[in-house]
């Protein structure tokens, strides 16, 4: 799996859009970016995944650059609950049901 | 429907003894995997199982292993354990593979062994 690096921590105003970076410069081409996100002493949850194009579905979007070297996932009106530490994931499709977490970014929003 | 159960929530051990910690998966879903969450390392994969047969293998001892019974319920085992074993113990359940994003964690059984 390429190696992924997000900021440790960030900051959001309720209601306002959180805007999660992620880089993976040296993601190859049939890696698709997988986000995750942990809310406190639960396990991870689903957010989005992608491989080239942007996606969109009920809880975010997810903005890859066109050379894919990094991406962003948009939360378009952060809440409360939405406070949480947010993984981003780059692996292909034949590696398996696992997954390499990274740090993560560890999102605070704050009303 | 039910999500992925996780049994016992909470538990304590003392060092030097066994535990064997349980997951059963979503309704159909055939693969679980496991993985180990401490502070210091973060989210670590374990191990993965799929009808019955471990099909990968995260970097741990021996100490820890595992099964997958015939209804895709799962068990984990720790022997001999150790204070660094202490942490939050995920499974994953998944139809099939993980592309198809129907990969859903529990919440985990937290062992902190004294």
């Known amino acids: 799996d390429a190696k992924t690096t997000q900021p440790p921590s960030m900051d959001c105003a309720e209601g306002r859009a959180a805007n999660l970076p992620c880089n993976h410069s040296?993601?190859?081409?049939?890696?698709?970016v997988y986000w995750y996100r942990q809310i406190h002493s639960q396990g991870p949850q689903y957010i989005i995944h992608?491989?080239?194009n942007n996606e969109t579905n009920e809880m975010a979007s997810l903005i890859i650059t066109e050379d894919r070297k990094s991406s962003t996932l948009i939360l378009p009106h952060a809440t409360l609950r939405d406070t949480a530490v947010y993984y981003c994931i780059a692996r292909t499709n034949n590696a398996g049901n696992m997954l390499t977490f990274g740090g993560g970014t560890r999102l605070m929003v704050k009303p | 429907k039910a999500g992925v159960t996780q049994t016992p929530r909470y538990l304590i051990k003392t060092r030097g003894q066994q535990v064997t910690l349980s997951c059963s998966p979503i309704s159909g879903h055939r693969s679980v995997s496991w993985y180990q969450q401490t502070p210091g390392q973060g989210l670590q994969f374990l191990f993965e199982y799929f009808s019955e047969t471990q099909r990968n293998k995260g970097n741990f001892p021996g100490r820890f292993s595992g099964r997958q019974f015939s209804n895709s319920r799962s068990e984990m085992n720790v022997s001999t354990l150790e204070l660094g074993d202490s942490a939050l113990y995920l499974c994953a359940s998944s139809l099939g593979s993980l592309v198809n994003y129907g990969y859903t964690f529990g919440s985990g059984t937290r062992l902190t062994v004294v």
């Open positions: 992608g491989l080239k």
């Open positions: 040296t993601i190859s081409g049939n890696e698709y």
